[in-house]
């Protein structure tokens, strides 16, 4: 279990990458929307400035030209009629001064509303007022033939008009440059609000790469760093990501996976350690029982001999000086030490199965089973067996411990025989990667209850005096069996079986090692 860390828990609550791009594109949203908006201001500004000035102010200015020819053509009419008196020439007077009229009314509309026109529109006005005082002292005598009065001869009222007029034209055009201007200015605000939107882009994209950097890029480049240096051996490393509350969670993982490696670790160690000191023991053991198995050969096994060999002196010797109960003493003295010595060689036998190094060879389970039979010919004439088998396989493994493999299981099948003459037999079958034997008499038979207990050590069926045996045998046969890599059972499931049948398997040469 991590106890619980109360900086762990405030890296937990920071603000999730979610949370973190949701403010980022608020944020630059409000910088997109507004720097638009004032482009979009500026735009319609500029727009507006521009729809006045040639909507407007320009059409204005280019019918200041057709007033001012009215009033000239009007004066051009007047004076040819007052000296042609030809009715035409009225008329063209007359539609001159409709002409002035509706031309004037034309721009007052043009100009009308417009900011900054009042002195255009006024003067406008004025250029009316000097027409009609001069059409009243001067064209309206002519035209009906009445004289003019005299400080009117010289069409002073006209030189007004052309005073006038100019001070129009100035007006006109200072409105014109005016607004000018203003759409100069206009057209500088969409230009300065266009690079001002285009710089807030620029720096809400670098916001944005920053915030990337910040929220996901820094603490994925710290956290891989520390995986790594974890991934190499650094198992002390702590996590300490800052930024997004995932990168936290995920390195509060990390972290939490690295000490539960240093706990399994640190375990694994100390396991490790037991394993190094319990294999030490181990082989510490294994010499002593190689030690005490160097005795059991020489230092045991010698005076054993001994013993039997003064015996049998003894009896040779003094025979007719001992009475029966004393020659039963002997041989019971000659038979114990001769138990012994086949007790002791079973013993060295068994040991050595497992703790020798087997060699791996290729073994023709056939020479085995004659060397088996070789070893048991004598025990087949006392009893009259008959042992078959059938075309035995070649095995890899030990020659040696096949061969006993092989002479005990079928020495207990002529061993525990009944009243026929044994009849044993050792077949074989083929079962993927292993061979499976089996090893059937019409002996006495075993009881199921004891199917587990006869492979082990010393473990004894029937008495010494009615079957003879250390015991060893088939825990011997289980040791070389599972040190070849297979395992053997007693079969009691067999309807052909009249005796014993065991079952026993071997790793195929062909078997792909496990």
């Not at 403010?23 to 004032?38: E, N, T």
Request: net charge neutral; with cysteine; glycine share 8%.
């Amino acid at each position: 279990m991590i106890p619980f860390d109360a900086a762990r828990m405030s890296r937990l609550s920071r603000i999730r990458i979610g949370q973190w791009f949701g403010l980022g594109a608020l944020l630059l949203g409000i910088v997109l929307i507004a720097s638009l908006a004032q482009a979009g201001v500026a735009i319609y500004r500029q727009s507006l400035t521009r729809d006045i000035v040639t909507n407007r102010i320009v059409p204005a200015v280019l019918l200041q030209p057709q007033l001012s020819g009215a009033m000239g053509q009007q004066d051009t009419a007047i004076r040819e009629y007052a000296a042609s008196g030809d009715p035409a020439d009225l008329a063209t007077y007359r539609q001159q001064i409709a002409a002035e009229a509706r031309t004037a009314a034309a721009m007052r509309g043009l100009l009308s509303g417009v900011s900054g026109s009042g002195r255009s529109l006024a003067g406008i006005s004025a250029l009316q007022a000097a027409a009609a005082n001069w059409r009243t002292a001067y064209a309206e005598p002519l035209a009906a033939k009445r004289p003019v009065a005299p400080e009117n001869a010289d069409d002073q009222p006209f030189s007004r008009i052309r005073s006038t007029n100019v001070a129009l034209q100035k007006q006109q055009s200072a409105l014109y440059g005016e607004f000018a201007r203003r759409l100069n200015d206009r057209i500088n605000d969409v230009y300065w609000s266009l690079g001002i939107a285009a710089l807030a882009v620029l720096l809400s994209a670098a916001g944005l790469v920053w915030l990337i950097r910040r929220a996901v890029l820094r603490p994925l480049s710290s956290l891989a760093t520390n995986v790594r240096a974890v991934a190499q051996g650094d198992f002390d490393r702590p996590f300490d990501v800052r930024g997004a509350a995932e990168f936290a969670e995920l390195a509060d993982t990390v972290d939490g996976m690295r000490q539960r490696i240093m706990e399994e670790w640190r375990r694994t160690a100390d396991h490790r350690r037991k394993l190094d000191e319990q294999a030490t023991e181990l082989r510490r053991s294994n010499a002593e029982l190689e030690q005490f198995a160097y005795i059991a050969s020489h230092d045991l096994q010698e005076p054993l001999r001994k013993v039997a060999s003064f015996c049998q002196m003894l009896e040779r010797k003094y025979a007719d000086k001992l009475d029966d109960r004393g020659r039963q003493y002997i041989d019971f003295a000659v038979d114990g030490s001769k138990r012994m010595q086949v007790l002791i060689n079973d013993l060295l036998s068994f040991s050595r199965v497992g703790r020798i190094e087997r060699r791996e060879q290729t073994v023709d389970m056939n020479v085995c089973m004659d060397r088996a039979l070789a070893s048991l010919s004598q025990l087949c004439e006392e009893t009259g067996a008959e042992v078959t088998a059938d075309d035995l396989p070649e095995l890899p493994g030990d020659q040696t411990q096949y061969t006993q493999l092989l002479q005990n299981l079928i020495g207990n099948a002529l061993k525990f025989h009944g009243e026929e003459p044994p009849l044993v037999h050792v077949a074989v079958l083929r079962e993927g990667s292993m061979w499976q034997f089996r090893c059937s008499d019409n002996g006495i038979g075993i009881d199921a209850d004891y199917g587990e207990r006869i492979f082990l050590i010393f473990q004894r069926l029937h008495p010494q005096d009615v079957y003879s045996g250390t015991g060893i045998g088939l825990a011997m046969c289980k040791k070389v069996v599972e040190h070849h890599g297979g395992r053997i059972w007693l079969d009691t499931t067999d309807p052909d079986a009249r005796g014993t049948t065991i079952r026993w398997t071997l790793p195929a040469e062909d078997a792909s090692p496990t």
